[in-house]
């Protein structure tokens, strides 16, 4: 596993219920600013054997960026449960939901 790959999952594991953050948030955090794609190739590779709360991470726009209504609609009712206020068509207010874990 690469240095990148163990920095994206550790900060995808402690982000805190309730809250979300970015694919370019994430990398920049990981050390790589322009690596918001290998972000969501992380996740989609390794959320089941890591156990993480892929549902905490959207795009720059606070919206849901997953194709196909049956995992949008996990992801919705996964963020609702915990509190965030999604509307139907997947989007957020990123300034009330967004974790910055350096503040």
């Known amino acids: 596993m690469?240095?990148?790959?163990?920095?994206?999952?550790?900060?995808i594991k402690a982000?805190?219920?309730g809250h979300v953050m970015t694919y370019g948030q994430i990398a920049e955090l990981a050390g790589s600013r322009r690596a918001a794609r290998q972000v969501v190739r992380i996740l989609h590779s390794s959320s089941k054997k890591y156990n993480l709360p892929w549902y905490r991470v959207v795009n720059?726009?606070?919206?849901i960026g997953l194709q196909g209504d049956e995992a949008r609609f996990l992801q919705i009712m996964h963020l609702q449960n915990e509190g965030v206020a999604v509307d139907d068509e997947g989007k957020m207010d990123l300034t009330r939901w967004q974790y910055h874990p350096e503040e």
């Open 2 to 11: 690469t240095p990148f790959t163990r920095q994206v999952i550790d900060i």
């Open 15 to 17: 982000i805190p219920e």
């Open 60 to 63: 720059a726009k606070g919206e």
